[in-house]
């Protein structure tokens, strides 16, 4: 029996990362990495399993050094701590294993510091190698010869997390996207053939988080709808889950922007009680769409700008990327993309300079024309050097889109666009399960209305800036003269935490108290 320790180290400050955010929601974390509690329950019971989550809680070396495997996964903004812990545990005489995104694309970057490495995914590989580590036989370097069969993976052990110290739960459907965009590292780890859980494992999974008290839960798929028809089907049985449990769930994801295209699964979406969703839009510049291979992003059926609205006319608010740097990219795309934006009265823009990551076609693309920064840390925030901007142009010109996309009047007025003007109705299936069962409504309601009130008590309360805490104070009498629903209210509130996270990132790169934060 071996005693596993698996570890998601601490986070650099990020756009997801809601750092500045979390102290006012009363979490350390934002959401659970999806691979501890999967790995866990790929485990088999003869092994002790111990999730460590360093956003949430502290390292405890001295309980390291008595495990007998420590695992430890990580993604690009990890990867300086993931090196920081590994020489700590080397240094023990731990034995370390590495899996997860950076590592899959980077294969030699722990080089002398990990025992073993998981490249891709690990349903296959990891059960195997604790087989043959138990054998004394095990390898260096495992990858899984084929996609792992979704139809086969278990439910994760979320009971084994700390689910109240983070805001939101986190669950997965499938994994794989059918397009092939240059710089996307996602079909490089799962495949352009998208593999989907039956709605069995779903609901199961739903039971499974419902069960840690999680409310919100972000369904992690890169695409969740890569396989429409198959897609549709769940969403049905997640609907119906959703009506026998009284709606305990609400759910937000990512799609491709063809979601607008297709009435039929944006209301089973609402009727699943999904209320949100992050679309990969990129840009405005239709070159740099056709160059980077986003096809899907220039088909017929009506503009971006067009397909965005028809989204948050059915009822779901649209979240997006949009990335900065590609070669058709001149010094009008800052303009442009903060045009966009207003226009389409999306809150949450991901904006980020575009990045080159290993193993993808950008990558080779650019290697091959000695457009790579090799640094680990490059000076300008992102590896690529640009075709038709300079790099200190392109770093500048990013900044001065975050400031200008979350100054105050900038992103409350795409917000009340949404909200106020267009009277986006968050939880509209839901709300029309309440109509039949009005208790449910006073019950969730009433919750909803203490968060918000707590929320927005703790932001007055914590916020060191007064003139954020006016405007915010502000835009609240605003929301109110002219709606009172609680949970539209709660997420108006969150959105305000959320302005605050991005707002600050954006002030501290401005003054330059921080490094360049880039989103990708």
Sequence with gaps: MADIVLINPRFEV?????????????????????????????????????????NVEAINYERLARADIVGITGMSVQRFRMKEILAELKQRGVFTVVGGPLVTVMEDYFEGLADVIFIGEAEETWPRFLTEWKQGL??????????????????????LLKSRHYAFGSVQFSRGCPFQCEFCDIIVTFGRRPRIKTSAQIL??????????????????????????????????????????????TLFT???????????????????????????????????????????????????????HRIQDAGIEVWCGMIIGFDNDDSTIFEAQKQFIQESRIAFSMTGMLSAIPKTPLHARLAEEGRLDPSDTPEFGTNLIPLKLSREELRDGYIRVMNALYECDAYFGRLEALYLDKNLMVGEG????????????????????????????RLMGGVPEAYLRREYRKRMWRFLKRRQNPGTLLFYVIHMAMHYHAHTMAKQMTTGRSTVYNSF
């Design 430 to 457: 839901r709300s029309r399960y309440w109509d039949r069962h009005p208790w449910e409504r006073v019950k969730t309601e009433g919750l909803f209305l203490a968060q918000a009130i707590g929320l927005f008590a």
């Design 138 to 159: 095990h390898q260096y370097r495992y990858e899984q010869a084929d996609k792992s069969d979704m139809t086969k993976v278990p439910t994760p052990r979320f009971d």
């Design 254 to 308: 990512e799609a491709s922007i063809d979601l607008a295209d297709d009435p039929e699964l944006m209301e089973l979406m609402v009727e699943a009680n999904i209320i949100s969703v992050f679309i990969g839009i990129e840009s405005p510049n239709e070159e740099s769409l056709r160059e980077t291979k986003k096809f899907q992003n220039v088909r017929s059926g009506g503009t971006m700008l067009e397909k965005v």
């Design 14 to 54: 990020s756009y997801w990362g809601m750092e500045y955010a979390l102290p006012f929601m009363g979490k350390r974390a934002n959401l659970p990495v999806a691979c501890l509690p999967l790995i866990a329950a790929l485990t088999p019971s003869e092994h002790t399993v111990t999730l460590l989550d360093e």
């Design 204 to 249: 199961a999974e739903l039971d499974a988080v419902h069960a840690q008290k999680m409310r919100i839960v972000f369904v992690v798929d890169d695409n969740l709808i890569g396989n429409k028809k198959a897609i549709k089907e769940v969403l049905r049985d997640v609907a119906e889950w959703q009506r026998k449990n009284a709606y305990p769930l």
